[in-house]
């Protein structure tokens, strides 16, 4: 059996997190067991008040020793903070045929599919996505700040323009449908079928609320 990695990704507030749950509880209510296996990151960033996290908290000097030395199968850093995923548990789940779940972003999904562009590992690449209004409301919902909010918009109109590259686009309108079809794709009993995506309109969108945000911030200084 070909060894198998499926890498999430999407915009910050699209509900990767609870999808990536949903998505293990149905592995573990299914009647035959799919070994799906969900990589868990280091990060030197705090953990958060919710308890939320899926994460290994490491110190900064931890993060750049690991990796100067080979540490990790992707990196990124992201403000003060950095990620990585260690590459040994990785390897080690695919020997034991475990299909692996990467929650990472753009950036990690080229590191990998790179290191493993030549290595018996099939490597599908499925993005979260939502619309550009729909991302503002789910992101004040949940408590961001005003500039938090901001900034991740800004992140995701920058995002937006690499949708093109991922094997499939899952819009996450509803949550329980977009889990089964993703359940249905990773564990092949369904061919992933490539959604459109208007990245135009999508930056559209962003663009319109980041200038409301702008307009807000201008009155707010008069």
Not at 97 to 102: A, C, E, F, R
Not at 188 to 200: C, G, I, Q, Y
Request: proline share 3%; with cysteine.
């Amino acid at each position: 059996m070909n060894k198998r990695i499926v890498v999430i990704s999407g915009f910050s507030g699209t509900g990767k997190a609870t999808l990536v749950r949903q998505l293990l509880e149905l592995n573990r209510k299914a009647p035959v067991d799919s070994k799906l296996w969900l990589s868990v990151s280091d990060t030197t960033r705090p953990p958060r008040s919710d308890g939320g996290d899926n994460y290994n908290f490491i110190s900064a000097e931890e993060y750049n020793y690991r990796t100067a030395n080979g540490f990790y199968l992707e990196h990124n850093e992201y403000g003060n903070y950095g990620y990585g995923t260690p590459i040994k548990p990785v390897l080690a789940a695919l020997e034991n045929g475990n299909i692996v779940l990467l929650e990472i972003d753009y950036n990690g999904m080229v590191q990998v599919r790179d290191y493993f562009r030549n290595r018996d590992v099939f490597v599908t690449a499925v993005f979260i996505s939502t619309e550009g209004n729909e991302l503002f409301n789910r992101l004040y919902k949940r408590g961001d700040s005003p500039g938090e909010i901001k900034k991740r918009l800004t992140a995701a109109r920058s995002e937006a323009s690499h949708v093109g590259e991922y094997d499939c686009l899952i819009n996450n309108g509803d949550l329980k449908d977009a889990a089964h079809y993703l359940w249905s794709g990773v564990t092949r009993e369904a061919d992933f079928v490539r959604n459109s995506f208007d990245s135009l309109l999508f930056i559209e969108q962003v663009d319109s609320v980041l200038r409301a945000f702008e307009y807000i911030g201008s009155a707010e200084e008069a």
